[in-house]
Structures are given as structure tokens and as C-alpha cells.
Nanobody, 121 residues
Framework: QVELVESGGGLAQPGGSLRLSCATSGFTFSRYGMNWFRQAPGKGLEWVSG????????YYQDSVKGRFTISRDNAKNTVYLQMNSLKPEDTALYYCAKGRYGAVSDECDYWGQGTQVTVSS
């Protein structure tokens, strides 16, 4: 049974930082790319970042480049999203998702429940 459990969300001030974690189980984590998506209030689901199975290839949506860093620890079956220089427009429910392939792809087959990130002064 595949499970993805996000944590680390919360309230941050503009310019602040948060680190999201996604602990996984039920599949061979090191074989698959992983992704982060987000959904802001009243908006559609948006891809944020992805990492390949070995952690070397990383990709970002333009609006988060230089501010967010995706990484993974294959020994811990966990993927992370370090978010710095947060902006109010980063406010959203953040989901991690298992990719269908080892390479980075936004095609995903399993999703977590999400963790809320709110950026406000």
C-alpha cells in the first residue's frame, strides 16, 4: 500500500522559510521521481518542482526558481522542499506526488493528503 505523508507546513512571514517533508512507504522509493504540487485557494493544481530518482536532476516552476530547493534522501524514503524568501502568493496546500517514472515527470500516480502553507504578516 503506497503512502505519502507530508509535514512541515504552517504560517510563515513574507521573506521567511519553511521546510516541507514527504515520508513515503509501500514502493521502492529510489526508483521513482518525486514531485511537489500546490493548490492555492480558488485556483487549480500547479506543479512546483520535481526530482529524479537519484536526486541529481531537479526542475522548478519559474516562480519558485532560486527560492525553493527540492531534495530527497533515498535511505529515508523522504523527499523535501526547502522554501526560502516566501511570498504571500506561495500560500497554498502543498502536495507531494510519486512520479510514474525514474526521470522527472509531472505524471504522477500517488498523492499525499497535503500540508498547508500560509505566508502572511
Amino acid at each position: 500500500q503506497v503512502e505519502l505523508v507530508e509535514s512541515g507546513g504552517g504560517l510563515a512571514q513574507p521573506g521567511g522559510s519553511l521546510r516541507l517533508s514527504c515520508a513515503t512507504s509501500g514502493f521502492t522509493f529510489s526508483r521513482y521521481g518525486m514531485n511537489w504540487f500546490r493548490q492555492a485557494p480558488g485556483k487549480g493544481l500547479e506543479w512546483v518542482s520535481g526530482v529524479g530518482s537519484d536526486g541529481r536532476a531537479t526542475y522548478y516552476q519559474d516562480s519558485v526558481k532560486g527560492r525553493f530547493t527540492i531534495s530527497r534522501d533515498n535511505a529515508k524514503n523522504t523527499v523535501y522542499l526547502q522554501m526560502n524568501s516566501l511570498k504571500p502568493e506561495d500560500t497554498a496546500l502543498y502536495y507531494c506526488a510519486k512520479g510514474r517514472y525514474g526521470a522527472v515527470s509531472d505524471e504522477c500516480d500517488y498523492w499525499g493528503q497535503g500540508t498547508q502553507v500560509t505566508v502572511s504578516s
